[in-house]
């Protein structure tokens, strides 16, 4: 499996941008956790989304708290894409985004390779 994450940029504060991530090779068909996280200069890597499939009777999102109500997670299955639209966008913002994927199956992880959004003031 190979993910791999377009869209990153330099945006203005207040500003919106869209982040794609192809996901090809093989399939996870079982439980799964799929997401964004990003590592910001000197900082640790954090959760933005993540959204568990396959698990128990339903799935569910969680949202970093200082994302929730301005990011969204999307995927168009068909495409094999997942998607994060962000808004209202603040400096704070700036950083790399991953797009992963977690088999809970085979208890495999994938990373793609990371866009840089840098957010201007």
């Known amino acids: 499996v190979q993910l791999q994450a377009y869209g990153g940029g330099l945006v203005q504060a207040g500003g919106s941008l869209r982040l794609s991530c192809v996901v090809s090779?093989?399939?996870?068909?079982?439980?799964?956790?799929m997401g964004w996280y990003r590592q910001a200069p000197g900082k640790q890597r954090e959760l933005v989304v993540r959204v568990v499939s396959g698990v128990g009777s339903g799935g569910s999102t969680t949202y970093g708290d200082s994302v929730k109500g301005r990011f969204t997670i999307s995927r168009d299955n068909a495409k094999r894409t997942m998607f994060l639209q962000m808004n209202s966008l603040k400096p704070d913002d700036t950083a790399v985004y991953y797009c992963?994927?977690?088999?809970?199956?085979?208890?495999?992880?994938?990373w793609g390779q990371g866009t840089l959004v840098t957010v201007s003031s």
């Open positions: 992963a994927a977690h088999d809970l199956k085979s208890m495999m992880m994938y």
């Open positions: 090779g093989g399939n996870i068909t079982g439980p799964n956790v």
